[in-house]
């Protein structure tokens, strides 16, 4: 079984930071992708950014040049700068491996206008 907890989610003006933080626990294998998904009111969830262990990083277009993702063996972090009113929305922690798709509870980002 695998368990994913994230932390960081909070309020911020636009403009600000915040890092979000998600650690794994379980059997964690090393070839697993790691990444971020978000989902604001209304709206679908949507890819925010993910990563191989060891590969390069994919991000949404949205966040490229403003978001920054990065591994620490069984824990993934979202640094994100210049944040924006439209990057309000629950972020999810999201790892794959074998073929199964485990996410947190999620942490709400709000970006003050």
């Known amino acids: 079984q695998v368990q994913l907890v994230e932390s960081g989610g909070g309020l911020v003006q636009a403009g600000g930071s915040l890092r979000l933080s998600c650690a794994a626990s379980g059997t964690i294998l090393s070839t697993n992708a790691m990444g971020w998904y978000r989902q604001a009111p209304g709206k679908q969830r949507e890819l925010v950014a993910r990563?191989?262990?060891?590969?390069i990083p994919n991000y949404a277009d949205s966040v490229k040049g403003r978001f920054t993702i990065s591994r620490d063996n069984a824990k993934v972090y979202l640094r994100m700068n210049s944040l924006k009113y439209e990057d309000t929305a629950v972020y999810y922690c999201?790892?794959?491996?074998?073929?199964?798709?485990?996410w947190g509870q999620g942490t709400q980002v709000t970006v003050l206008s």
């Open positions: 999201n790892l794959v491996q074998w073929g199964h798709d485990y």
């Open positions: 990563m191989i262990r060891g590969g």
